[in-house]
């Protein structure tokens, strides 16, 4: 069981930055692939970024790579999604989620196996 938490969301311009939080209260944070969703009003939920256990691996949707980046921190038990130049199309309650780290193309979609999430932030992009 791992017990998540997000912060950071709010209101932000086009072209924008904002970065996003997630707070693992268990010590085995780390040994969970952790990944980024968001869904729109109206929209599936989408998944957005992941990030391996070491760090050393990251997936995106093609519609972030540039523009976000995903990062963990071991001590602090957290995972960021920082976002750059925001545009309306991210606007979103943004959730992190946690699944079994299988190693490399376990999956065979980016989006499976997450079983843990947060209760979601807000991110709202306008011009």
């Known amino acids: 069981q791992v017990h998540l938490v997000e912060s950071g969301g709010g209101l932000a311009q086009t072209g924008g930055s904002l970065r996003l939080s997630c707070t693992a209260s268990?010590?085995?944070?780390?040994?969970?692939?952790m990944g980024w969703f968001r869904q729109a009003p109206g929209k599936d939920r989408e998944f957005v970024a992941s990030v391996s256990p070491n760090g050393g691996q990251t997936n995106y949707v093609d519609s972030v790579k540039g523009r976000f980046t995903i990062s963990r921190n071991r001590a602090e038990k957290t995972v960021y999604l920082q976002m750059d130049s925001l545009n309306s199309e991210d606007t979103a309650v943004y959730s992190c989620?946690?699944?079994?780290?299988?190693?490399?193309?376990?999956?065979?979609?980016?989006?499976?196996?997450?079983?843990?999430w947060g209760q979601g932030t807000q991110v709202t992009v306008s011009s």
């Open positions: 268990e010590p085995t944070f780390y040994i969970y692939e």
């Open positions: 989620a946690a699944r079994a780290w299988r190693g490399t193309n376990y999956y065979t979609e980016l989006s499976d196996g997450f079983a843990y």
